[in-house]
Every structure is written in structure tokens, then in C-alpha cells.
């Protein structure tokens, strides 16, 4: 008896899990093969995994042709009840004989649910072109892979995808996870470090306008859509945000690239004290279809995660002209550290680095490895010059600069040239705590 009442409940968590994953129509297996020709047909799957907040979706995409297997992992963002859009980046798990050289190409756009004519669902690919869709392998390919090259290349460049559904069950390893935790993703999938606000009141307009490019651009918070397909050309917009306690997922899509490839537009958001933005003209976001955030509104718990903002008002006036002030924030701690790296690619960028006019580094390579610095701060005013040495292979140089005490942090992205300072403020006070 007890044998059987076990069974049952085994079986009624079986199907109820069952029944859980098939109550999102995107988590799950989507399959294609295109077989134009008496060649061996590329067999195209795509795994999606149970979502976060009905939002944010870890996928996995296979491609297999002849001697060709390849594994990508990527970043799903649910922009209505119909699409879902592509990650700029797909990391690679596997790639052989040969692989893509550049993996930012193929898939620029997003998937459309839809039905075909048995009402089975299906997911279409809704390209976005840009200027680059060339997809070239990694390695020198003898003859024999020449015309598998070339078959690769024209089905993710050009050719339509229609995806039908082989299974419900969402898709999960022992790295999907980390897709959705930026500071555990193997590779900016477009998702920022997570942003802590004092109030839930919030304020969001656009700007990098210009003109006659025509780009458009939406963006949702927690799936409910705030701007939809707007022309920030045409007509200045601004809207009030309200945020509910706790986690928010505010994202940004790029509906097309405009007549100047590729969309360009800078989402401004505003928090009480706390500005920050959502940019498409970032090196690492370029032609990319979203750029995500996750918001939490807990006044409390947001003094133990982040450095309070010191005010800057005076602070300006006094920077020489090849200075820029790029932030101030107090510390309870005398001794902080210093992570530092590049989030997109090691492309050859050098920095130096100095507190108060003594070198910390100089000539440090930016590699996708943080390295840490340990810093000491003096009573009262501290002052962080960040320098970059050279442009490296992809101007302008580009690092991410990370303040860290032990349980509180604040990263800022540097963008410079030679000979400009990039300087952040910091405050210590041994005897006054953080209010």
C-alpha cells in the first residue's frame, strides 16, 4: 500500500512538471534540417530553458552538416507574447573541424512563435541585416570543407529558419545558469551587472539621436511594453517608471538598424540620485537586438551591496581640461581593491592607473581575466586617475574598472583615448558610517 501511495505521488510530480514546462510556449526543444541539395542536410536545434521572470531565457543552439558540430550557448529576451530576442554573443562549448570566426554574425534578429498549418507551433527567424553577415571559419579549410563553408555561411546568412517544436521540456545543463548571471556568464550575453535604486520612481527618455538614420527602438519592464516601435527622431519621449519591490527586468531592443547600420539609440534612466543608461553605441552592445538590466528596488538592502554616491556638484568645475569625472562614492573601508578587464574581447588595450598622484600600475595589458589591485585610501578625499595607453586593435581602448570592499561594488565601463583621464572620486571617512 505505502509502495503505491509512493508511486502515485512520483507519478503526479512527473506530470506536473510535465505540465509546468509545457505552460511557456518557448522553453523547449525547436528543430530544423536544410536539405537543398544531394549534400548532407545541416541539422539546426535550438534548446530553450525554463525562464526568469516569464523573461529572460538561457538557450543552447546545435548545428551539425557532414564532418561540422558546433555548440552555442546564448541569451533569449522576451520582447511580446510572440518574440523573443537574440543575444548579440553565442559562446562556444564546441566547434569542429573548424569554427566561426566571428560568432556576433549569424542570428542577428529574433524568433517569432507562430503556428503552421497543422497548428503545430513553429518559431520563425526574423532577420535583422547588417553590414557584416559574412561568416568565415576560424581556420584555413582544405577543399574538400570549401563547399561546406560555403553551405554554413549561406544557411545562417541567408537562408529562411523555421523551427518546429520536438519537446517541451525545458533545456538545462550544468551552465545554463551562469546565462543568466553576468557575473558568472562565460560572455556578455547582453545582460548588466545587476542595478540596485533607492526608490521606485524612476524617469526614462533617449537621446544619440540622429538624424535620418530612422532607428526605432522598444522597451519593456517586467514583460509590460513602455515604448513600442518608437521613431526617437521624430518626437522627443520621455516616461515615468514605476517599479514593483524587489526584482525588475528592464530591457532595451533595437528594432532595426536604421539607415546608418546599426542602431545607435542610448536609453537615459534616472532613479532619485542614481543615473545610469542603456547605450547601442557601446563597442560591446553595436548591432546588438537588447541590451537587459535587472533592477531591485530595496532601499535597505541596496546600502550593503552598493557604495553610496558622494555628491558631485562643485567637483566638475575643477577637473582640468583633459579630465573627466566619471564617479564619486564614499567608503566606510580603508582598503579597497581594484578589479579590472575587458568584458568584450583582448584586443592588445594597455592602462595605468594611480590614487592621489602614485602609480598603481602602468602599461597593464586588459585581458578578459580581471586582474586585482589592492589600494589604501588616506582620510578624507581620494582621487583614482585611470589612463589608457593605447587604442589597441579596436579603438577607442576599452576596459571595465571594478571598486570592490568585500561585500560592496561599483563597476564603471572606460571608454578612452591616449591622453585622456578618466578620474573617480572617493571619500573615506574612518569614523562615520554610511547613512
Not at 299 to 314: H, I, L, T, V
Not at 333 to 346: N, P, R
Not at 410 to 431: Q, R, T, V
Request: aromatic share 10%; charged share 25%.
Amino acid at each position: 500500500m505505502i509502495k503505491n501511495i509512493f508511486l502515485f505521488i512520483c507519478s503526479l510530480l512527473f506530470y506536473s512538471l510535465q505540465l509546468l514546462a509545457q505552460t511557456d510556449p518557448f522553453s523547449g526543444t525547436w528543430q530544423m534540417v536544410y536539405s537543398p541539395d544531394a549534400m548532407p542536410g545541416i541539422k539546426f536545434q535550438l534548446q530553450i530553458g525554463p525562464s526568469q521572470q516569464n523573461i529572460l531565457y538561457p538557450a543552447h543552439i546545435l548545428i551539425s552538416c557532414d564532418s561540422f558540430f558546433a555548440e552555442y550557448d546564448l541569451l533569449l529576451a522576451k520582447k511580446n507574447i510572440r518574440e523573443v530576442g537574440i543575444s548579440k554573443n553565442k559562446f562556444p562549448r564546441v566547434q569542429k573541424p573548424f569554427g566561426l570566426k566571428d560568432r556576433t554574425l549569424f542570428l542577428t534578429g529574433s524568433f517569432d512563435l507562430s503556428k503552421d498549418l497543422k497548428g503545430a507551433p513553429v518559431l520563425n527567424f526574423l532577420r535583422i541585416h547588417s553590414k557584416q553577415k559574412d561568416i568565415i571559419a576560424t581556420t584555413e579549410v582544405n577543399s574538400d570543407s570549401a563547399k561546406l563553408v560555403a553551405k554554413l555561411k549561406h544557411f545562417l546568412g541567408d537562408e529562411d529558419i523555421s523551427l518546429k517544436k520536438i519537446s517541451s521540456i525545458p533545456w538545462h545543463s550544468e551552465n545554463s545558469d551562469d546565462i543568466l548571471e553576468p557575473a558568472l556568464s562565460p560572455t556578455y550575453f547582453g545582460l548588466k551587472d545587476t542595478v540596485y535604486l533607492p526608490t521606485r520612481d524612476g524617469i526614462a527618455n533617449f537621446s544619440g539621436i540622429k538624424k535620418r538614420k530612422n532607428d526605432r527602438v522598444s522597451v519593456t519592464l517586467n514583460g509590460i511594453v513602455i515604448f513600442d516601435k518608437i521613431d526617437i527622431e521624430k518626437k522627443t519621449q520621455q516616461s515615468d517608471i514605476l517599479l514593483r519591490p524587489g526584482l525588475n527586468i528592464l530591457t532595451f531592443f533595437a528594432d532595426n538598424f536604421g539607415n546608418d547600420l546599426p542602431n545607435s539609440s542610448r536609453l537615459n534612466l534616472e532613479f532619485g540620485n542614481k543615473k545610469f543608461a542603456l547605450d547601442f553605441a557601446n563597442r560591446k552592445d553595436s548591432a546588438a537586438i537588447f541590451i537587459a538590466v535587472k533592477l531591485i528596488c530595496d532601499p535597505d538592502k541596496s546600502k550593503d551591496r552598493y557604495f553610496a554616491e558622494y555628491p558631485q556638484s562643485g567637483l566638475e568645475s575643477l577637473l582640468k581640461k583633459d579630465e573627466k569625472l566619471v564617479g564619486s562614492i564614499k567608503s566606510v573601508k580603508q582598503q579597497l581593491t581594484l578589479a579590472i578587464w575587458d568584458e568584450v574581447i583582448d584586443d592588445g588595450d594597455t592602462v595605468s592607473i594611480k590614487i592621489n598622484n602614485e602609480w598603481l600600475i602602468k602599461g597593464c595589458p586588459v585581458k578578459k581575466t580581471p586582474r586585482f589591485i589592492t589600494v589604501t585610501l588616506q582620510p578624507g578625499a581620494n582621487t583614482i586617475t585611470f589612463l589608457a595607453d593605447n587604442l589597441g586593435s579596436i579603438p577607442p581602448n576599452t576596459s571595465v574598472l571594478e571598486i570592490i570592499d568585500g561585500k560592496r561594488r561599483k563597476s564603471y565601463e572606460m571608454e578612452s583615448n591616449p591622453g585622456e583621464k578618466n578620474l573617480i572620486k572617493i571619500f573615506y571617512d574612518s569614523g562615520t558610517p554610511i547613512k
